[in-house]
Nanobody, 123 residues
């Protein structure tokens, strides 16, 4: 299983960015996916998770109303659309793949991780 994330970059506060993660896994359409982030010098934290069908979604409190996670099972891709970005959203963002269809906040339940993509929000 391989995950390739893209879409990061430098964004002004209040702006938007959309991350993509292409997953090479035959079980993608039956697997829950997650997005996590790690600010510089801090621990990695949960951002969002989406069930295999896309019917169940979970967000960290800090991103509710601003971020939207979605997936296209025909393209083996999961997305994270980020709006109203704040400087505190600056981090390396990781997509993660888990076996099983459910959403999950716990990092240890994810079997594979992408390489991370940097999102920097300037004030």
């Amino acid at each position: 299983v391989q995950l390739q994330a893209s879409g990061g970059g430098l964004v002004q506060a209040g702006g938007s960015a959309k991350l993509s993660c292409v997953v090479s896994a035959p079980t993608f359409s039956s697997s829950g996916m997650g997005w996590f982030r790690q600010p510089l010098g801090k621990e990695r934290e949960f951002v969002a998770s989406i069930s295999a069908s896309g019917g169940v979604i979970d967000y960290a409190h800090s991103v509710i109303g601003r971020f939207t996670v979605s997936r296209d099972n025909a393209k083996n891709t999961v997305y994270l659309e980020m709006n109203s970005l704040k400087p505190e959203d600056t981090a390396v963002y990781y997509c993660a793949f888990k076996y099983g269809a459910s959403t999950q906040r716990t990092q240890s339940t994810y079997a594979y991780w992408g390489q991370g993509t940097q999102v920097t929000v300037s004030s």
